[in-house]
């Protein structure tokens, strides 16, 4: 099993994207989901995290920029991101908060300067 991100691409300076990831109704209804990304050279890192109630949690990095939800009649969780920096450019990732599933193979964001 693996969840597909998608709503990536290149964005500037400033500008927002939202990920959307759809996972089934299995894993969605029993588990934290989250957001990671993983920049050229460097490893995987947790980006955001909601629980099956609501609550969220951020990387001290997009903390005040970066939202997570999850609609749970859709199966889906989202990663709204706003005031993109070039820090930001990463695969990013949907997958539970305990990584569960097998890794897809995410969604590009490029942010340019």
């Known amino acids: 099993v693996q969840l597909q991100a998608c709503g990536g691409g290149l964005v500037q300076t400033g500008g927002s994207l939202r990920l959307s990831c759809a996972a089934s109704r299995r894993i969605f209804s029993i588990k934290n989901m989250a957001w990671y990304r993983q920049a050229p050279g460097k490893q995987r890192e947790l980006v955001a995290s909601i629980t099956t109630v609501g609550s969220r949690a951020y990387a001290d990095s997009v903390k005040g920029r970066f939202t997570i939800s999850r609609d749970n009649a859709k199966n889906t969780v989202y990663l709204q991101m706003n005031s993109l920096k070039p820090e930001d450019t990463a695969v990013y990732y949907c997958?539970?908060?305990?990584?569960?599933?097998?890794w897809g193979q995410g969604t590009l964001v490029t942010v340019s300067s």
């Open positions: 997958n539970t908060r305990d990584m569960y599933v097998s």
